[in-house]
C-alpha cells in the first residue's frame, strides 16, 4: 500500500497548498489535488478488483480523505469508489484560461461518460452538449480525440433510444452524426485505440 500512502501525502500537501496559496497558484494546487485523488481512487479500484472489497485500509482512508474535505464515496451498485471531482471544477472557476483548463474539464468531461446511467436521455444530451463546447474551446487539445470518441458513443446510444421509442427522424440524425465522428475518427487518426474502437462502432452502426 505504499502507493495509496504516498496519494494521501500528496492529497494532504495539495489541500494545505491550495487553502494558503492565491489565484493561478491556488488553481495548480487544486488541479493536483484532483489527480492525486484520481490516483488514489484507481488504487483502491484495483484492490477491490483484484481482492473482492473488504479492505479495512478503505474506512481509515476515507476518514483521512474527510479531514482535507475530499468527498469519495463507495457505489454498492457499481462496487466502487468514485471522486465528486470538486477540485477540477473549482480549478475551472478560478481559471477558465488556465494552462490545465482543458484537462481539468475533461475529466469532468471523463468521469460523467463512466458514471451515466442507462436510459438518461436528458443527462445524455446535457453530455453532449458539454462535449461539444469542449471542442469548441479545445479543439486542438490532446484530449480532443477522446471527447469525439465519446461523442460518437453517446449519439449511438440516443439514436438507440429513439428508435426504441418511434422518434424515427431523430434517431437517423443521431445515428448519422455517431457515424460521423467515427469516420472523421478512422480517417484522420489510424492506428489509435479511438480509432480501432471507432471502426467497431461502426460495425456496430451497420457501416462497414
Known amino acids: 500500500m ?12 495539495s489541500r494545505e497548498g491550495s487553502l494558503k496559496a492565491q489565484d493561478s497558484t491556488k488553481a495548480e494546487y487544486l488541479f ?3 489527480e492525486a485523488v484520481r ?15 473488504g479492505n479495512p485500509l478503505f474506512v481509515l482512508i476515507l476518514r483521512r480523505l474527510e479531514q482535507y ?23 475551472g472557476k478560478l481559471a477558465p484560461k488556465g494552462a490545465r483548463a482543458a ?21 445524455l444530451e446535457k ?3 458539454r462535449k461539444e463546447a469542449f471542442l469548441s474551446r479545445f479543439p486542438r487539445d490532446r484530449q480532443a480525440l477522446t471527447v469525439k470518441f465519446f461523442l460518437a458513443v453517446d449519439h449511438m446510444q ?9 422518434l424515427s427522424q431523430q434517431a437517423k440524425e443521431n445515428l448519422a452524426r455517431a457515424s460521423l465522428y467515427c469516420r472523421e475518427i478512422v480517417k484522420k487518426y489510424p492506428g489509435t485505440n479511438e ?14
Not at 505504499?2 to 500537501?13: E, G, L, R, S, Y
Not at 475533461?106 to 443527462?123: C, K, N, S
Request: net charge negative.
Open 127 to 129: 453530455a453532449i452538449q
Open 39 to 53: 490516483q488514489l481512487v484507481d488504487l483502491m479500484n484495483r484492490d477491490i478488483e483484484a481482492h473482492g472489497g
Open 158 to 166: 440516443l439514436g438507440k433510444w429513439q428508435q426504441q421509442k418511434g
Open 195 to 208: 480509432a480501432l474502437s471507432a471502426k467497431d462502432l461502426l460495425r456496430m452502426l451497420g457501416n462497414s
Open 32 to 34: 493536483q489535488l484532483g
Open 103 to 123: 484537462k481539468a474539464e475533461f475529466r469532468l468531461i471523463e468521469d460523467a461518460f463512466y458514471r451515466l446511467q442507462e436510459g438518461d436521455t436528458a443527462g
Open 69 to 91: 474535505d475530499v468527498h469519495v464515496e463507495f457505489s454498492k451498485e457499481r462496487k466502487a469508489f468514485f471522486y465528486d471531482n470538486w477540485a477540477f471544477r473549482e480549478y
Open 2 to 13: 505504499q502507493h495509496v500512502d504516498q496519494a494521501v501525502k500528496q492529497i494532504a500537501a
